[in-house]
Structure formats: structure tokens, C-alpha cells
């Protein structure tokens, strides 16, 4: 069987999805010797991060890189010209394709907040992505929460739907806590504890109520930085702004986009990680932190609940004094730290990134046989 997976996120440093697509290709070079694939690309270098070394691995980078043209245009004609048996899209599949398809749609969180989005990318995905879901052969998604929802909000029959979980890399372990705070004073500078978010800075995240929530226990006498790791998104500047009018500039850290060597180092040196994100298909930073056995505070009202099982702090996203509350704790309380940090640790290991290459593979499979 000869596979074509679209992972164009690859080299975008986008977070979620390029994590996505670059586990699971790692994953399917390591564990299939029976099938080859295509790798469809559209950054420089967006491919030396895979390491492959496998002749039964192909790449094709596409030109031009715009959705606009690559979707409809772009991808269709080069499979035509170099056939495949399965096509792998990101949330939509391309017309005109003569082959079996999956797609894999995370979430659909345009659906339930659309404030949250640019307003092109609402229309497009609420017209393409419902098309794109019913079009397909096999779906795949990453939460049960998910599943539910293509499930609910378009009509899909549910034995479509796969269920594969993601999972954090191997990279993702209890490190020496006194060497990654070296680390992270020496390449940045940050040197007192702190509070740690990694993801996008993006009105979805909820990082305005979480800024709010630090200056409460700030002014109560925590110590703590708040450190926001990752790059701005769309409406990132309320958070900035509330940083300012707070009088926190001194206090909360924004560090940008790190490269990826760097980020375990980042969840190994805090005291205790936040991601109160309004909704979310997974939520993968919570996998990587519980791995890392760091205490974890997250939300209710979407899959982080499912995620992070017993093994967090769950907290109304909405209710700023909910987030404050479940930092002050954790901050206050070092015994009941240590113990959520070992619960998550024994949480991650539920999540597996070689099962969730293997069950993709079942699909494909499923798909080819159709």
C-alpha cells in the first residue's frame, strides 16, 4: 500500500498540529516495513526534523504553499501524477482525488467560539471542513470529547470516527530540577520559579484570565514569575496589554517560539504548569508536562478533562478566581505539588505515540479496504 500524508505544518512552528504530523511520520519510519509513503511538504526544511532514512519514505515538496491553491489545485494534480491508494489531509480532503481518504480533524473549536478566529478561517472551515468529514472515508481525532462533537454538530456516523490519542515524545521525562533551572537562567535569563504556559498566545487560551489570576496571588506574596512560552497568535494583544496595565512587565516573561530542544527543559524547571485554555481537542502541553512530572492546573468544559484524568488541578476557565485559588494551592502546598507531579507522571504513560501510529495505521488499512 503506498500512502500520501499532507504535512504541510511541518516547519510552521504552529505547535499542535506540526507536533502532530512529526510524531506520527517518526513513529510509522520506525514501526511499518510494509507499506511506503509520500510526504507532502511546503517549508524549507520542514523535512530534516523527520531524520528519514528509509527508502520507502518519499518527499514532494508542494508549490505554491497557499491553501487556497494547494488544497484544490496543487495536491490533486501532483497525486494524480504519482498515485497513492491513501490520502492522509489536515482537516480537509482535495477534490478530485482517485484514491481512499482520511482526514484528521482535531476539533472544531471554530464552531463553539468563532470570536476566537480570524473571520475567513470560520467561513472556510464551517463550509469545507463539514464537507471534508462527510466526504472521507475514515476520520480520525484525538479525543472521545472530539469524536463527540463531529459526532453531534455534523452528522457523522460514529463508526467512521477514530479515536488516537497523542502523546508526549520521549524528550518528555523528570529531569534534574536544579540543571534545567540552570539551563533556563543561562539561555534566557529566568532565574527566579515560576509559573509555566506553553502553546500559542491566543484569545482561546485564556492567558488574559490566567495574567489576572497571577496578579492575585502576586499581590497575596507568591514569588513566582509567570512564564508564557510560544508565539503570538490572533488577539495576542489583550494579553499584552493586561500585563501592562496589571504593572506585571517585571514579573510575566514572554519568550517567543523556542526551539524544540529547549522546551523540556522549560517544563523540568517549573514549579507548576498552567493551561487553563477555554476549549481544546487535546491538549497535548498537558501530556508533555504530566511526562515531565510536573504539577498541572487545567480546565473543565472541553478534552483537557478527559487528558489529564485524576492527575490535575480541573478549574472553571472562566472564573479567575478558580485559576487563582488552584495556583495558590499548588504554590503554597509543596507536599500536594510533589504528589500531582507523581500522578501525572503515571497519567502520561497512558498515552502512547506508537499506538497512536499503529491505530492510524489500521486506518489507513480500513480506508484501503472500503
Not at 504541510?8 to 513513529?27: A, D, F, P, R, V
Not at 519510519?29 to 523535512?47: K, V
Not at 495536491?75 to 482537516?91: G, I, K, M, Y
Not at 521525562?173 to 504556559?197: M, Q
Request: glycine letters at 6%.
Amino acid at each position: 500500500m503506498k500512502i500520501g500524508i499532507d504535512a504541510h505544518s511541518l516547519g510552521s512552528k504552529q505547535s499542535g498540529n506540526e507536533t502532530y504530523y512529526t510524531c506520527l511520520i517518526k513513529s510509522l519510519a520506525r514501526l511499518d516495513s510494509d507499506n511506503s509513503y509520500l510526504i507532502y511538504y511546503t517549508m524549507d526544511g520542514a523535512t530534516e526534523a523527520l531524520g528519514l532514512n528509509n527508502n520507502r519514505f518519499g518527499t514532494r515538496r508542494l508549490c505554491p504553499a497557499s491553501p487556497y491553491l494547494r488544497i484544490p489545485v496543487v495536491l490533486p494534480v501532483t497525486v494524480r501524477s504519482e498515485p497513492v491508494d491513501v490520502f492522509h489531509a489536515q482537516f480537509i480532503v482535495p477534490p478530485f482525488l482517485k484514491c481512499r481518504t482520511v482526514t484528521t480533524i482535531p476539533d472544531v473549536a471554530y464552531e463553539h467560539y468563532p470570536e476566537f478566529f480570524p473571520p475567513y478561517q470560520v467561513a472556510w472551515s464551517r463550509k469545507l471542513i463539514p464537507w471534508s468529514a462527510r466526504k472521507s472515508d475514515r476520520i480520525i481525532t484525538v479525543s472521545q470529547f472530539s469524536k463527540a462533537d463531529l459526532v453531534n454538530l455534523y452528522k457523522i456516523d460514529p463508526d467512521k470516527i477514530v479515536v488516537t490519542y497523542e502523546a508526549a515524545g520521549c524528550e518528555f521525562y523528570p529531569r534534574d530540577r536544579a540543571l534545567a533551572r540552570e539551563h533556563v537562567a543561562r539561555r534566557y535569563g529566568i532565574e527566579r520559579p515560576f509559573v509555566l504556559y506553553v502553546g500559542r498566545l491566543q484569545a482561546r487560551k485564556n492567558l488574559v484570565r490566567l495574567v489576572e489570576a497571577y496578579s492575585q496571588v502576586r499581590r497575596e506574596g507568591a514569588s513566582q514569575q509567570l512564564v508564557l512560552v510560544g508565539r503570538k497568535d490572533w488577539m495576542a494583544q489583550p494579553i499584552l496589554d493586561k500585563i501592562s496595565d496589571l504593572g506585571l512587565v517585571r514579573d510575566v516573561v514572554i519568550t517567543g517560539y523556542l526551539p524544540a530542544e529547549d522546551i523540556p527543559w522549560f517544563y523540568s524547571a517549573a514549579d507548576v504548569f498552567a493551561y487553563p485554555s477555554i476549549f481544546e481537542g487535546f491538549g497535548l502541553p498537558v501530556v508533555e508536562a504530566m511526562a515531565s512530572g510536573i504539577a498541572v492546573i487545567t480546565s473543565m468544559g472541553s478534552s483537557l478533562e478527559e487528558v489529564a484524568g485524576d492527575a490535575a488541578l480541573i478549574v472553571d476557565p472562566l472564573d479567575v478566581n478558580a485559576i487563582a485559588s488552584a495556583l495558590k494551592r499548588m504554590l503554597s502546598d509543596h507536599a500536594f505539588r510533589e504528589e500531582m507531579g507523581r500522578a501525572g507522571i503515571r497519567r502520561s504513560k497512558e498515552f502512547d505515540g506508537d499506538l497512536c501510529a499503529m491505530q492510524t495505521l489500521a486506518v489507513y488499512q480500513a480506508a484501503a479496504s472500503t
